[in-house]
């Protein structure tokens, strides 16, 4: 439960600027100032959802050296498997 309330906190608090400009109630350098708070808001959000799998990449390449021939639970396997589809 707690993997889909996060996200929904994360767009609540992405879109939270953009509602008085919706609503027409913000209007001029107000208004171009929190567009621009909500595109660095989204900026961060991906930097930071491309910066997180590598972290844990990483972590998991560090132990994986003693298996060095093994391609289980890698891409390789998964993309082994989806050519074996087509």
């Given at each position: 439960?707690?993997?889909?309330?996060?996200?929904?906190?994360?767009?609540?608090?992405?879109?939270?600027?953009?509602?008085?400009?919706l609503?027409?109630?913000?209007?001029?350098?107000?208004?171009r100032?929190?567009?621009?708070?909500?595109?660095?808001?989204?900026?961060?959000?991906?930097?930071?959802g491309?910066?997180?799998?590598?972290a844990?990449?990483?972590a998991?390449d560090?132990?994986?050296?003693?298996?060095?021939?093994?391609?289980?639970?890698?891409?390789?396997?998964?993309?082994?498997?989806?050519?074996?589809?087509?």
């Amino acid at each position: 439960m707690e993997l889909l309330i996060i996200p929904a906190i994360a767009l609540a608090l992405l879109i939270a600027p953009l509602v008085g400009v919706l609503r027409g109630k913000v209007e001029g350098a107000r208004a171009r100032s929190r567009i621009v708070a909500n595109l660095c808001i989204f900026a961060g959000m991906c930097v930071i959802g491309i910066a997180i799998p590598i972290a844990t990449a990483l972590a998991a390449d560090e132990g994986a050296t003693a298996a060095v021939g093994s391609i289980v639970g890698t891409t390789a396997q998964g993309l082994g498997f989806i050519a074996a589809g087509l």
